[in-house]
Nanobody, 115 residues
Framework: QVHLVESGGGLVQAGGSLRLSCAAS????????MGWYRQAPGKQRDLVAR???????NYADSVKDRFTISRDNAKNTVYLQMNSLKPEDTAVYYC?????????WGQGTQVTVSS
């Protein structure tokens, strides 16, 4: 299993910004796709953004033009820059990464956007 350590998150007012980071550690296989998911109370966990090793990205429609995913392949670290945050962005954000046949989830970080 891929071990992931997240940082960032917190409380911000609507219209504000936050940056999430997630570092993956896996010694046997190269880390390939990395992404961010979020889960609001009582809802399922949904994809927010995803990025491949080559830098190909895809985003949920609800965050396009506001969130930017990026990665540092040398550090196996993925970032999520969140701008123009809205109260509906409030959720626990989880990092996900794939490495060979293995995958893993971060512990989750709370993002709360106040109106």
């Amino acid at each position: 299993q891929v071990h992931l350590v997240e940082s960032g998150g917190g409380l911000v007012q609507a219209g504000g910004s936050l940056r999430l980071s997630c570092a993956a550690s896996e010694s046997r296989f190269s880390v390939t796709a990395m992404g961010w998911y979020r889960q609001a109370p009582g809802k399922q966990r949904d994809l927010v953004a995803r990025i491949t090793t080559a830098g190909t990205t895809n985003y949920a429609d609800s965050v396009k033009d506001r969130f930017t995913i990026s990665r540092d392949n040398a550090k196996n670290t993925v970032y999520l820059q969140m701008n123009s945050l809205k109260p509906e962005d409030t959720a626990v954000y989880y990092c996900n990464a794939q490495a060979g046949p293995y995958g893993g989830w971060g512990q989750g970080t709370q993002v709360t956007v106040s109106s």
